[in-house]
C-alpha cells in the first residue's frame, strides 16, 4: 500500500506541473539524510520530522532490519517490513537511496565472514533495493558501492564500505573484564593477528580506484566506527593495521574533501582523528582533520546516558533516538554535520569548509 499511494502522489504532482523524482547524475547535491538501527515494526516518526528537509539522497549506514537469522525467508520477511515505513517511502520518491548493511541485516550479531549465509544474505538485501540482475554488485562478494552526483566542482561521491563480508572474527577481552569508572570496556580489543582483515582485498582496489575518482566531497559510509577507539565495541580500531591502511590509502591517493559516517553504537556523536591521540601504531596525519560522524538509533537507541569514553568526541553524545543531515552550502563552501532528534530539533551541530578538508597546497 505505502508504494500504491506513493504512486498516487506522484500522479498529482505531475497533475499539477511538479514531477518529484531522485537525481541523476548530473543534478546537485544539497542535502543528506542518513541513519542506522532500524526495527521497521516500531514507530518511527523522525522520517515525518525531517521531510520538510527534503533530502536528495537518504543513505542506510546498517542494520536496516533485526533479521538475526540463517532462514532467507525471514530476511525477506523483515525487508518487506522495512519496505511498507511510509515515512522512508515517501523520501524515497524524492531521494536516492543508498544502503550499507551491518551484522543485523548481514545475518547475526557482530559477525563477519564466519557467517554461512553470507552470499545468500547479499541477494535478499539487493533485491530489496531492486538491484538489476546484471549490475556488477549481484557478481561481487560484498555490497560495496559508489555512486557520484552533480557537476565539476560540486560533486559529491557517495562510497558506501562492506565491513562484513570479508571481516576477520573479532578478538575477544576474555570473561575476566570488567566494567571501569572510566568506560565501558565492551567485548573485544585490537587484535594483533598478521591476516586481520575488514575490506577484503578486491574492495581495498575497488576503494582505491574510487578515491582516483574526481570529487569535491567524499561521504564513505562504513556500518562501525572509523575513528572512536575506546569503548570495546566494534569499530576499525579493534583491526589498528587496517585502520592505518584506510587512512594511508586516503592520504597517499591525494583524495580530499573526506567525511565518514557511520552507525551501530545507538548513540550519536561526532569524532574528530587526533592521531597524536591514537593508539600506537593506528593512526596517521592524512593532512586534513579526519571526521565522523555517527548516527544512531532511528528506534531503538540507548535512551540514556553511559560513560562511554571517546578521546576523539567533538561536542557531547545523543543517546535517544536520532538521524543525521548534512547540509551543503555550495556557494559558502561550509558543510553543516547534525544529528537531529526525533522532533526534527538539531542536538548537535558542526560547521566545516569544504576547502579544509584538504591538504595545504592541494
Known amino acids: 500500500m505505502p508504494r500504491l499511494l506513493a504512486c498516487v502522489c506522484a500522479l498529482a504532482c505531475l497533475a499539477i506541473g511538479a514531477i518529484a523524482a531522485p537525481p541523476t ?3 546537485q547535491v544539497e542535502t543528506i539524510l542518513f541513519g542506522s538501527c532500524i526495527r521497521p515494526e516500531r514507530p518511527q516518526p523522525i522520517w515525518d520530522a525531517v521531510a520538510p528537509r527534503k533530502p536528495d539522497v537518504v543513505l542506510l549506514l546498517g542494520d536496516n532490519v533485526y533479521a538475526d537469522t540463517l532462514d532467507m525467508l525471514k530476511m525477506r520477511r523483515d525487508y518487506a517490513q522495512l519496505d511498507a515505513v511510509e515515512g522512508l517511502t515517501a523520501l524515497r520518491e524524492d531521494a536516492a537511496l543508498l544502503m550499507t548493511w551491518d551484522d543485523h541485516d548481514f545475518g547475526k550479531n557482530d559477525a563477519g565472514r564466519e557467517f554461512p549465509m553470507r552470499a545468500q544474505s547479499q541477494q535478499v ?24 552526483f552533480g557537476p565539476a566542482g560540486r560533486r559529491v561521491q557517495f562510497i558506501m564500505l562492506d565491513t562484513r563480508y570479508h571481516r576477520s572474527p573479532l578478538a575477544g577481552r576474555g570473561s575476566g573484564h570488567t ?4 568506560g565501558f570496556p565492551g567485548r573485544y580489543q585490537p587484535t594483533d593477528d598478521p591476516n586481520q582483515a575488514v575490506l577484503g582485498e578486491a574492495q581495498w582496489a575497488w576503494l582505491a580506484k574510487q578515491l582516483a575518482q574526481p570529487a569535491d566531497i567524499r561521504i564513505i559510509s562504513s556500518s562501525i566506527q572509523v575513528v ?8 576499525w580500531a579493534n583491526f589498528p593495521k587496517e585502520r592505518l591502511r ?3 590509502l586516503i592520504r597517499d591517493s591525494g583524495a580530499h574533501g573526506v567525511v565518514f559516517l557511520s552507525g551501530d553504537r545507538h548513540r550519536a556523536e561526532i569524532s574528530v582523528l587526533d592521531p597524536a591521540r591514537a593508539a600506537p601504531g593506528s593512526a596517521i596525519d ?5 571526521i565522523d560522524v555517527t548516527s544512531s538509533s532511528i528506534t531503538n537507541s540507548a535512551g540514556r546516558f553511559q560513560n ?3 578521546r576523539h568526541r567533538w561536542g ?3 543517546s535517544q533516538n536520532n538521524i543525521g543531515i548534512i547540509e551543503i552550502d555550495w556557494a559558502d563552501r561550509e558543510l553543516v554535520l547534525e544529528i537531529v532528534a526525533e522532533d526534527g530539533r538539531a542536538v548537535i551541530r558542526k560547521r566545516v569548509g569544504i576547502d579544509t578538508l584538504a591538504r595545504a597546497g592541494d
Open 316 to 318: 557531547s553524545q545523543f
Open 228 to 235: 572512536a577507539e575506546d569503548h570495546g565495541y566494534e569499530t
Open 246 to 248: 584506510l587512512l594511508t
Open 25 to 27: 547524475p548530473e543534478d
Open 308 to 310: 562511554e569514553v571517546n
Open 125 to 148: 538485501f539487493l533485491d530489496f533495493l531492486d538491484v538489476a540482475k546484471d549490475d556488477p554488485r549481484r557478481a561481487r562478494e560484498g555490497v560495496y558501492h559508489a555512486e557520484s
Open 179 to 182: 566494567r571501569d569508572p572510566d
Open 286 to 290: 592524512v593532512g586534513y582533520p579526519i
